[in-house]
């Protein structure tokens, strides 16, 4: 099978498609769930069909890391470098297949058990509580750059024993970073995030350094332990996955808040009950990644042919999970395009994957999620957003705002 049968193809570079993915996505779900895109990657756009390509043994993680490797003569000839970029991804959990995938996650979990979350939610209650302090008696706003990117921002310093103050540049090299998972990521774009990654490394070894002299209640500090069967991480492998923890943790969570913000102003009587009824603030997160899914691809590739859906699947081949569009799915999820927060099975949804590759900071995200969406429409009364006048940033693996304005009576 060389061609796909219906005219829809998807091309996650459109900007139409970027601005909306969706009817794209009905349209292949409904026509040709397993399809042939543009750049002749195998696409699952099914509910079914996504988990099950996430959980099986013959397809490991697409290696993106490698490809950036491989452009590195390139930028050597231009007198710049990817090196550090490369050998920093590589050690991105996502990136990772068995066995070293296994042996990492098994020694970076502790660090991250729901106890250490827990013990940081009052923190995170006041970031929310002083951030939205400061923004209501002004009666307008952005919703990201004025709330959602400080919630994850200060929560992950807090959670791994950085200052707080910090967190804005933190941001920044974060945003450059997560350009990681663009397969297409032009040549200079790779320098520029070769310096992120420097900076950022050189950053956490100046604080690992501190915190082996004078180790804090702290997943930083727990890492630099954390002992298993006589394995250890090493500083690199530590400084990769503080790294990683920020791109992944940091973006997606801004993204989710944006996203669930744009749900809630898209259906108000939703909204309404959510001010009504704050108790329903954690299944209404789990319905806004659901609604809006931060991460919309995961690539894979087949270690060995398999058919999947009537199609025949190469070895070699690459396979997109279309996270978005399953979450979607009509199959799995009844009127699927209503945000509903008393949805019954709204946390079957897949935003954060699932099998061996499920997202380390689920706990943290359901954490942060519903405190953000409840908190600010319970302090903001009369919320409004111009929906017609949002722009999204300009990343195919990630759907986040970059800019949803907001009005409410001060």
């Known amino acids: 099978m060389t061609s796909s049968p219906v005219q829809t193809r998807l091309n996650p570079y ?8 969706y009817p794209t996505f009905a349209r292949l779900r409904a026509e040709d769930p397993i399809h042939l895109s543009v750049f002749n990657v195998w696409t699952a ?22 490809g950036i490797a491989n452009r590195h003569p390139e930028l050597v000839k231009r007198g710049q470098s990817s090196q550090e970029l490369a ?30 979350i827990q013990a940081i939610q009052p923190y995170v209650e006041e970031v929310v509580a002083n951030t939205l302090e400061t923004l ?10 004025d709330f959602a ?8 310093c807090k959670l791994m024993g950085l200052p707080g103050g910090d967190h804005l540049q933190l941001h920044k090299w974060s945003k450059q970073l997560f350009r990681v998972f663009d397969p297409l990521l032009p040549l200079g ?68 808040i944006g996203g669930g913000l744009y749900g809630l102003l898209q259906f108000p009587a939703q909204l309404q009950l959510l001010r009504d009824n704050p ?11 659901r609604f809006e899914s931060p991460t919309q691809y995961l ?3 087949a270690t060995e042919a398999f058919e999947l859906r009537g199609r025949q699947i190469e070895e070699g081949q690459n396979v997109l999970v279309c996270l978005g569009g399953a979450n979607r799915d009509p199959l799995q999820f009844e009127n699927p395009e209503q945000l509903d927060i008393q949805r019954k099975n709204a946390n079957t949804h897949i935003a954060f994957a699932a099998g061996i590759h499920f997202c380390i900071g689920a706990g943290l995200a359901r954490m942060e999620l519903p405190l953000a969406l409840a908190g600010l429409v319970q302090a903001l009364p009369n919320l409004t957003g111009d929906l017609a006048a949002v722009e999204w940033e300009h990343n195919i693996t990630l759907r986040c705002l970059r800019s949803l304005k907001l009005t409410w009576n001060a």
């Open 149 to 156: 990117i400080y919630v994850p921002g200060l929560t992950i």
């Open 45 to 66: 756009t099914r509910y079914d069909d996504a988990r099950q390509c996430l959980r099986d043994a013959r397809l490991k993680t697409a290696t993106l890391p490698q």
């Open 14 to 21: 459109n900007a139409t498609f970027r601005q909306n993915p």
């Open 189 to 256: 774009e790779c320098a520029e995030m070769n310096e992120a990654a420097l900076g950022f490394a050189d950053y956490l070894r100046y604080h690992l350094d501190q915190k082996r002299n004078n180790p804090g209640d702290d997943c930083l500090s727990a890492l630099l332990h954390i002992e298993k069967d006589g394995d250890r991480l090493s500083e690199k492998e530590i400084i990769d996955l503080g790294i990683m923890t920020f791109v992944a943790g940091e973006r997606t969570t801004v993204a989710a």
């Open 87 to 116: 050998d920093t991804t590589q050690n991105f959990l996502f990136f990772r297949d068995p066995p070293d995938h296994g042996r990492m996650r098994s020694l970076v979990m502790p660090a991250f058990n729901m106890g250490s």
């Open 136 to 145: 209501k008696p002004q009666g307008t706003g952005n919703a990201i750059a």
């Open 299 to 301: 690539m894979r590739t």
């Open 279 to 289: 108790k329903l603030a954690r299944n209404a997160a789990e319905e806004a990644l």
